[in-house]
């Protein structure tokens, strides 16, 4: 399993370099709308307000990031926001992004099925679009329980696992499984890499599933938000 997950890892350090572009390009900017009502729930649910610790899992080039910090609330105080990826070269580009951002950022290197921060250390934890590409995913879901702090929010944006129950979302994941690998592939240069996503989808929980795995940890759900016909879907729990 492990070969197989460094294999997805190679992929994503070869798609860096054009991973924000063929990202815009394939979701027309619309993710940036999911990530923002992610954060503006996120922040509505915490109890506190003050000396916030954030970490984002499979942080990517930092898009996460960003909206964390753009969507904050005015008398929300963020101490501290960390990234963390396996990918070193997805880590460059988020590095280059983030650096004139006015708020403590700390990049760091691991895969998500070991977090490297203390119990009951964390108040709201995220993951965009990265679970799918965790193949030992339970084990990262008892990470992400064991770090988050009572009363802590976990926020998970993701394409699961389709049901394609309606003509629309027939259609929808239509779209995303042949037209979408196909405008990635073409910009990053990559389609095997870009065919990976309708493959990660189809292999990977539903949404149902997923809910009940929280559920079992302990987290229970306040949001469940489907987008777009139900290609991607919001998760908010709570510790």
């Not at 963390?84 to 280059?96: G, I, W």
């Not at 009951?120 to 934890?125: A, M, N, P, R, T």
């Not at 976990?154 to 629309?168: M, S, W, Y």
């Not at 979408?180 to 309708?198: E, H, R, V």
Request: charged fraction near 20%.
């Amino acid at each position: 399993m492990q070969d197989k997950q460094t294999q997805i890892i190679d992929m994503f350090n070869t798609i860096a370099p054009k991973y924000d572009l063929a990202n815009r390009a394939m979701s027309l900017g619309i993710d940036r709308a999911w990530r923002k009502e992610a954060c503006r729930l996120a922040f509505l649910e915490l109890k506190t307000q003050h000396n916030i610790v954030i970490a984002d899992i499979a942080c990517g080039s930092g898009d996460m990031i960003t909206s964390w910090i753009h969507n904050a609330p005015k008398d929300t105080h963020i101490e501290q926001i960390y990234g963390y990826d396996p990918s070193e070269e997805m880590l460059k580009v988020a590095q280059e992004k983030l650096r004139n951002l006015d708020t403590n950022i700390e990049l760091l290197k691991g895969e998500a099925k070991k977090l490297p921060f203390a119990d009951q250390s964390i108040d709201i934890l995220s993951i965009s679009f990265g679970l799918r590409n965790v193949l030992e995913y339970k084990q990262a879901l008892d990470e992400f329980v064991r770090v988050l702090k009572p009363n802590g929010i976990v926020v998970i944006l993701e394409f699961f696992k389709p049901q394609n129950t309606t003509l629309l979302q027939k259609c929808m994941s239509f779209y995303t499984t042949k037209i979408l690998p196909f405008i990635g592939g073409i910009i990053s240069s990559n389609l095997k890499a870009y065919q990976y996503l309708p493959q990660s989808m189809q292999n990977f929980v539903s949404t149902n599933e997923l809910e009940a795995l929280m559920q079992e940890r302990g987290i229970r759900t306040l949001l469940l938000k489907g987008y777009s016909a139900n290609v991607a879907t919001l998760y908010v729990g709570v510790k």
